[in-house]
């Protein structure tokens, strides 16, 4: 059973607009809350987290927003450039004895246009 | 001065051989991780090792054996391969909940 859901599996925006991507959970336990990046033959990168005590955390270029009650999660890209085009992984984990093992999404594919 | 490394990146084989894929983090980490990325590109848990001890072992078959000599590595054995282990493996670490993913290892059994 998918505990994290991307219900996206594509995204194309153009260069300069905000890129918003999406991500669903159904697990209460989970308290935090990744996203990773990942070329074509590479291995995920780690872009940005949220602890499930906050409800935005802001990286440069990069925002992710955590709504608990709804169960979702977004990350905002502004603005998008072309080199942001990748697939973009959603990952909870539940902490503690769980041994943070991560859950993830089945990706988002983001194309990025000049 | 990569961080999580994986050999080989590239891992071709017939079935039912017995191969063995190896990680290695320099980043002083305590906690290693497998996860397996299938057909479906979905990335999943399989096995974790805190200080050389297995914490998290999910519901794979005993074909596949981990093996941390030292917390810096962590190798994933694989006996009697069948054509469902085609799939791309990662290894990772992490010293909190931020979790550093290697390169993957892109294993075909024939």
């Known amino acids: 059973d998918q505990q994290v859901k991307q219900n996206s599996p594509s995204l194309s925006v153009q260069e300069g607009r905000i890129s918003i991507l999406n991500c669903d959970y159904t697990?209460?336990?989970?308290?935090?809350f990744l996203w990773y990046k990942k070329y074509p033959a590479e291995g995920p990168t780690f872009l940005i987290s949220?602890?499930?005590?906050?409800d935005k955390n802001e990286d440069g270029r990069f925002t992710v927003f955590l709504n608990k009650s709804a169960k979702h999660l977004s990350l905002h890209i502004v603005p998008s450039q072309p080199g942001d085009s990748a697939v973009y992984f959603c990952?909870?984990?539940?902490?503690?004895?769980?041994?943070?093992?991560?859950?993830f999404g089945k990706g988002t594919s983001l194309l990025v246009t000049p | 001065d990569t961080a999580v490394s994986q050999t080989p990146k590239y891992l071709v084989t017939q079935m039912g051989n017995d191969k063995s894929i190896k990680c290695e983090q320099n980043?002083?980490?305590?906690?290693m991780y497998w996860y397996k990325q299938d057909s479906k590109k979905f990335l999943k848990i399989m096995f974790s090792?805190?200080?050389?001890?297995?914490?998290i072992n999910e519901t794979v078959p005993n074909r596949f054996s981990p093996k941390s000599p030292d917390k810096a590595h962590l190798n994933l054995h694989i006996n009697s391969l069948e054509l469902g282990d085609s799939a791309v493996y990662f290894c990772?670490?992490?010293?909190?909940?931020?979790?550093?993913f290697g390169p993957g290892t892109r294993l075909l059994v024939l």
């Open positions: 990772a670490s992490t010293v909190g909940e931020t979790q550093y």
């Open positions: 697990n209460s336990m989970f308290d935090y």
């Open positions: 949220i602890s499930s005590i906050k």
């Open positions: 990952a909870a984990s539940k902490g503690g004895n769980s041994g943070y093992a991560l859950n």
């Open positions: 980043l002083g980490h305590d906690t």
């Open positions: 090792y805190n200080n050389k001890e297995l914490i």
